[in-house]
């Protein structure tokens, strides 16, 4: 496993498949792990499942068709984490 301690991870489509497997493996690897998708319900389950075992989460709203979604997902990020070190689209 990797040492992602102290690194920001976005992952767009993290409330299922791959991307909620990936943010699972970040978390558990240290970092702070921001996920965003269309449906909160489906973020709120992945970001329960990461807090539960001791990791790091936001979850973001976002379309990302949407520029200003994803201008916001960037802002919410940096406003709560303070940096962005790992894009997973």
């Not at 992952?11 to 702070?32: D, E, W």
């Not at 329960?48 to 973001?60: F, P, Q, R």
Request: with cysteine; net charge positive; glycine share 10%.
């Amino acid at each position: 496993m990797y040492n992602l301690k102290g690194k920001t991870a976005v992952i767009t489509g993290g409330n299922s498949g791959v991307g909620a497997a990936t943010a699972m493996l970040f978390a558990k690897s240290g970092a702070n792990v921001v996920i965003s998708a269309r449906r909160q319900a489906a973020l709120d389950e992945v970001a329960s499942k990461i807090k539960a075992e001791g990791g790091n989460v936001l979850t973001v709203l976002t379309d990302i068709s949407k520029d200003e979604d994803c201008k916001n997902l960037m802002k919410a990020t940096v406003d709560k984490f303070g940096s962005i070190d790992i894009l997973v689209n």
